[in-house]
């Protein structure tokens, strides 16, 4: 059956510092998202993304964030200069469509900033 | 953005029982429904899409109620597999999907 994939499973790295997250969707689909879960707490929407384009984002996706599809396989999550509360679980997910489509989740990455 | 609540846990079974978690919505607009599951520390994962006139899926039964903005997800003959937390989602008519903050289910022999 075929997955999302995301590199690095775990990510540590120094408050400040800029991180990129890497995740290869499923391969016919069209609609990339990124969430992510702090320790404990829900899943949270952060970017949606189809067409080379962001479809929706949420009040967390700020300016620190930003989303690209450089090569036409990998769909990247880059955080500029990251903060303490910027640690959490990242996953990425793809779906078809988007119309009452489900959407499948990576294993995800958890990031830790120090 | 409205919220998604479900049912504190955590549920406590014996392997063979019944057991059901509800759900409601906040946000009429609401378009998909989705029961997903989640290991600890794992990926969520889909367990089955809601529709309007309820369906089934083995021993999965999931109900939706549009009137009273209402998800139900009910698991018969519980398996020791089945320990996860059940979370439930909602798209509100966007892309995003609005999880549950999840309902911890732990089957015991």
């Known amino acids: 059956e075929p997955e999302v994939t995301q590199t690095p499973s775990h990510q540590v790295t120094q408050m400040g510092q800029e991180v990129i997250l890497r995740c290869v969707p499923i391969s016919n689909h069209l609609y990339f998202y990124w969430y992510r879960q702090i320790l404990g707490q829900k899943v949270e929407f952060l970017v949606s993304f189809y067409n080379n384009e962001i479809s929706e984002k949420s009040e967390i996706f700020d300016d620190q964030f930003s989303v690209e599809r450089p090569d036409g396989s990998n769909f990247t999550l880059k955080i500029r200069s990251t903060k303490l509360e910027d640690s959490a679980m990242y996953f990425c997910?793809?779906?078809?469509?988007?119309?009452?489509?489900?959407?499948?989740f990576g294993d995800g990455t958890r990031l830790s900033i120090l | 953005r409205k919220e998604v609540e479900q049912d504190p846990g955590p549920f406590n079974v014996p392997e063979g029982a019944t057991v059901a978690f509800n759900c409601t919505y906040s946000n009429s607009a609401s378009q998909s429904f989705f029961w997903y599951r989640q290991d600890c520390r794992k990926e969520p994962k889909l367990l089955m899409s809601v529709y309007s006139s309820g369906n089934e899926d083995g021993r999965f039964t999931a109900q939706l109620n549009r009137a009273s903005q209402y998800i139900s997800l009910l698991i018969r003959d519980s398996k020791l597999s089945d320990s996860a937390t059940y979370l439930c989602v909602v798209n509100q008519a966007g892309t995003a999907l609005i999880f549950g903050k999840g309902t911890t289910l732990s089957v015991s022999s």
């Open positions: 997910a793809s779906s078809l469509t988007v119309s009452n489509q489900p959407q499948h």
